[in-house]
């Protein structure tokens, strides 16, 4: 994306987790997607969604209850991961806007579990890595979490950290942070 023009998709998910090896039979997968359309030109978050997905080859430990706040009776009312990915393009445009996330782990997750699943990837191949060009735009040695790079840019933690729709909104701020110091860029071409 040139310049900071046009809507990006703010994206972060939160998956099954367990307090040490993943048990026998068992593979993370996405549980929640939380999505923040941010106006780049405007300087403003529109809104704040999120999509619970009912995993197939996992459940939800107390570990990750604990961390995220979700349960595994909240995840079974989700829909399957498939039908989730049709929900970013369609309702969010995810394959012609581009994206960001806080970090690599969410744009490998999607990879690796559209693969495994046999699911076309929902999103286009403009993203930008947020926490690397947050480190670029302040100068810092160290990539900062989400938590310390808002305390590091002044702003506030809105909501639940570790969860996918409070992340996103949370991460939005961000970009607008980054977009706001001219420092906002696309860091993946693929």
């Known amino acids: 994306m040139g310049g900071n023009t046009g809507l990006l998709n703010v994206i972060d998910v939160e998956a099954t987790c367990w307090d040490g090896r993943t048990p026998p039979d068992a593979v993370s997968e996405i549980i929640e997607i939380g999505v923040t359309v941010v106006d780049l030109a405007a300087g403003e978050r529109r809104g704040k969604h999120r999509i619970l997905v009912r995993p197939a080859r996992s459940t939800v430990s107390e570990f990750c209850t604990e961390l995220t706040g979700l349960t595994q009776e909240e995840v079974d009312t989700g829909v399957e991961f498939s039908a989730a990915c049709r929900l970013l393009a369609t309702e969010h445009e995810a394959g012609i806007r581009p994206w960001a996330s806080w970090g690599d782990y969410d744009r490998k997750q999607f990879l690796r579990q559209c693969d495994t699943t046999g699911t076309p990837y929902p999103f286009g191949h403009r993203h930008t890595n947020a926490k690397l060009v947050f480190s670029e735009a302040y100068g810092l040695d160290r990539r900062q ?32 942070d980054i977009a706001g110091r001219g420092a906002w860029r696309v860091t993946t071409t693929d």
């Open 145 to 176: 979490g989400m938590a310390g790079a808002l305390r590091i840019a002044g702003l506030p933690l809105e909501g639940r950290h570790h969860r996918g729709e409070d992340d996103a909104w949370n991460i939005a701020a961000l970009v607008l």
